[in-house]
Every structure is written in C-alpha cells, then in structure tokens.
C-alpha cells in the first residue's frame, strides 16, 4: 500500500477488497455491524427510510433484511459504493458533514465507526441530526478520546495482523459527553454504553480462525468503544 497521512480516505480504495472478507482487515467493522443492527428495530411505517453516515462497503445491509427500511448508504469512498450497492443499498457520494438529503427524510440514522473520522464533529452531529424525523432513531458507534482507547486501537492495534496501518487519527476520537451534548442541542437525547469484542472472537481472529463468528457484547466501560443509541424530539436546533 502507498503511505499516505493518517485518516486519509484514499486508504478505503487501496483496502477495497477487503470489506466484505470476514476474517481480513475489516474483520471487526462486520461485528460491529451485526451489533449496530441490533439496536434498529423493524420498521414502524411503509417506505421507511434508514440512512447510513459512513457506510463503506454496505456491512449493515445483511443485518437488516427483513426489517422493512429503504437502506440510503453515504460515503466518501466510491469504490466502497460501489460494493455497497452490489448489496442491495442505495448510495450516495457524499461527506458526513454535507448530507445531501431533505430535513427529516429518515426514520432511522446510523453512524457506525465514522464519527472518529470526521475533521468536523459538531457539523456531522448536525447533519445527522437535520435529516432525522421527530421521533426517529439515531444510532451510532464511536471510539472514546481516551488514553486507553489512544493506546488499544492505534498503538497496539496497529501491529496486530492484517490490521491497517494509519486509518485512525487519535486526535479525532470522540469523548462521549462532548457527543451527548452535541446531540442534546439537536433536540436527540443520546444514551452511551460501551461494548467490546469478546475475547474467543478476537484470539479467533488474530490466529485466523473462527471465520465470520465475532461478537460485540456490552461492557462496564466506554473508555475505548461505544455505542450511542437516542431519539430525536421535535424541538431540535436548541443552540
């Protein structure tokens, strides 16, 4: 792979064919797909809409059959687009802080493992938040801007097997009550728990065994990952 600055998008095409290898690089982001999706319950009306901030190679979609949603993936990445609609969404080439999409179209917003991405929280909060209908459903997972979560997903992820190099920016990751409070402003009281892979999925994954078998189960701590789940009232914009 070409070096490039850490967070460079451009990593996601030189990745491209790993997204949907379940014990390759991308082996966690499929757990914490199937976890994601257990937070989004079956659609509540005809033509629902679930929007997927940062949705890569389309991991959730699997996850979500059957649940009645029209699926609307964004991504900067076209060539993981591409492989997301090969999965059955519908994408879209946009930035996580310029979702190009009407106020209140989607029943459902998911952020999965993208807002540690993103050069500009408050307006990828914002956005999220703009295109979320009263009483619709935010979703989204994160890792904490902790020393630990610095130490564990960066420094000692990083020289694991098969593990990217340079994808995180630790100066990017999200301290949750900076989350909560941006999601507050925007009328969504977000709820934090921290959740962790399970110690057989990763020892699997790490020997190269147990294909496709990880788990994210829920933990004490959120210092290095969690989840955020949060309904959106209809008083948004609160400043």
Same mark, same amino acid.
């Given at each position: 792979?070409?070096?490039?600055?850490?967070?460079?998008?451009?990593?996601?095409?030189?990745?491209?064919?790993?997204?949907?290898?379940?014990?390759?690089?991308?082996?966690?982001?499929?757990?914490?797909?199937?976890?994601?999706?257990?937070? *989004? @319950?079956?659609?509540? &009306?005809?033509? /629902?809409?679930?929007?997927? !901030?940062?949705?890569? $190679? #389309? %991991? +959730?979609?699997?996850?979500?059959?059957?649940?009645?949603?029209?699926?609307?993936?964004?991504?900067?990445?076209?060539?993981?687009?591409?492989?997301?609609?090969?999965?059955?969404?519908?994408?879209?080439?946009?930035?996580?802080?310029?979702?190009?999409?009407?106020?209140?179209?989607?029943?459902?917003?998911?952020?999965?493992?993208?807002?540690?991405? *993103? @050069?500009?929280?408050? &307006?990828?909060? /914002?956005?999220?938040?703009? !295109?979320?209908?009263? $009483? #619709? %459903? +935010?979703?989204?997972?994160?890792?904490?801007?902790?020393?630990?979560?610095?130490?564990?997903?960066?420094?000692?992820?990083?020289?694991?097997?098969?593990?990217?190099?340079?994808?995180?920016?630790?100066?990017?990751?999200?301290?949750?009550?900076?989350?909560?409070?941006?999601?507050?402003?925007?009328?969504?009281?977000?709820?934090?728990?921290?959740?962790? @892979?399970?110690?057989?999925?990763?020892?699997?994954?790490?020997?190269? !065994?147990?294909?496709?078998? #990880?788990?994210?189960?829920?933990?004490?701590?959120?210092?290095?990952?969690?989840?955020?789940?949060?309904?959106?009232?209809?008083?948004?914009?609160?400043?």
């Amino acid at each position: 792979m070409r070096i490039l600055p850490r967070n460079d998008p451009r990593q996601y095409d030189d990745l491209a064919g790993e997204w949907w290898r379940p014990d390759g690089a991308f082996a966690m982001l499929h757990w914490l797909a199937q976890a994601r999706a257990r937070l *989004v @319950p079956p659609a509540s &009306r005809p033509g /629902a809409i679930l929007v997927d !901030v940062g949705c890569g $190679g #389309g %991991l +959730l979609t699997p996850h979500l059959l059957g649940k009645g949603y029209r699926h609307i993936g964004l991504d900067l990445t076209a060539s993981a687009l591409e492989q997301a609609a090969a999965h059955g969404l519908t994408p879209v080439n946009a930035d996580a802080g310029a979702l190009p999409l009407a106020d209140g179209c989607a029943d459902v917003v998911v952020a999965g493992e993208i807002l540690e991405h *993103v @050069p500009d929280l408050p &307006r990828a909060v /914002a956005e999220a938040c703009r !295109v979320l209908r009263p $009483g #619709g %459903l +935010l979703v989204l997972d994160t890792l904490n801007s902790t020393a630990l979560s610095r130490l564990v997903a960066v420094k000692l992820a990083e020289r694991f097997r098969g593990v990217p190099r340079g994808l995180h920016d630790p100066a990017l990751f999200v301290d949750p009550r900076v989350l909560e409070r941006e999601c507050a402003r925007h009328g969504v009281a977000l709820a934090v728990r921290g959740v962790r @892979p399970t110690v057989p999925a990763v020892a699997g994954w790490l020997a190269g !065994v147990g294909q496709g078998r #990880g788990r994210i189960v829920p933990t004490w701590s959120a210092a290095i990952l969690y989840q955020g789940r949060g309904i959106k009232n209809g008083q948004g914009n609160r400043g």
